[in-house]
């Protein structure tokens, strides 16, 4: 959650109290003692809430979708047991790096999908089978999920992905070549295509 227990108590050694949470943190990951670890970063599109599970990337949040009301999305959806703990997202920052340095093509992590069911997740397994750089309408998704009429489905699941950017719901465009929406906000979803164009 993100009330932080060491808000109330007076910092008497910023360095001490550094160390204090690394080591409260690390004793509780060796004790199986968080569910979903996360960390912000900040990146191009301004930052990101990341999340993990023991499976995998569970979540990644614009901070216009409200960090604190993912995190309470993931306390509620998966377990109450969630830590700022980075060290579990440190390949993830570290692709993320890469990928907006041009560096990096796709993503190479695991992902843990427990927040998506049913044709949104079908939506989002075919994703990352659209080209870096190139896009797909959201009827050529439809097809592409098994549901050719599902295109307004096909919408919805891009607005609900818990994983963009990782899981490229941002090469989703509109028959006519326009943006559409995306949960990052209009100019988040251009820097990224720009990006992916221009390598």
């Known amino acids: 959650m993100t009330d932080d227990v060491f ?8 360095n001490a109290d550094r160390r204090l949470r690394a080591r409260l943190v690390d ?25 993990a599970t023991e499976a995998g990337l569970v979540r990644v949040a614009f901070e216009r979708q ?7 999305s993931l306390a509620e959806l998966v377990s109450p047991r969630v830590l700022r703990a980075p060290t579990r997202l440190e390949s993830v920052v570290r692709q993320l790096e890469e ?9 190479e992590v695991p992902l843990d999908f427990r927040l998506s069911k049913g044709f949104r997740r079908a939506v989002l397994d075919h994703l990352p089978d659209i080209r870096y750089g ?27 992905n818990p994983l963009p950017l990782v899981v ?9 070549g326009s943006f559409g929406q995306y949960a990052g906000g209009e100019d988040a979803k251009r820097l990224l295509l720009d990006l992916e164009a221009a390598r």
């Open 134 to 160: 190139a896009t797909e309408s959201y009827a050529q998704v439809a097809t592409a999920a098994g549901s050719p009429k599902a295109v307004r489905a096909v919408g919805s699941a891009c607005a609900t």
């Open 168 to 176: 490229p719901c941002h090469r989703v465009v509109r028959s006519d």
């Open 7 to 14: 808000d109330p108590l007076p910092v008497i050694d910023r």
């Open 66 to 72: 409200d960090h604190d009301a993912a995190l309470t």
């Open 27 to 51: 004793a509780a990951e060796r004790h199986g003692l968080v569910d979903v670890a996360y960390r912000t970063v900040d990146s191009p599109v301004g930052p990101l809430l990341l999340a």
């Open 99 to 107: 990928y907006f340095s041009g560096s990096r093509r796709a993503f």
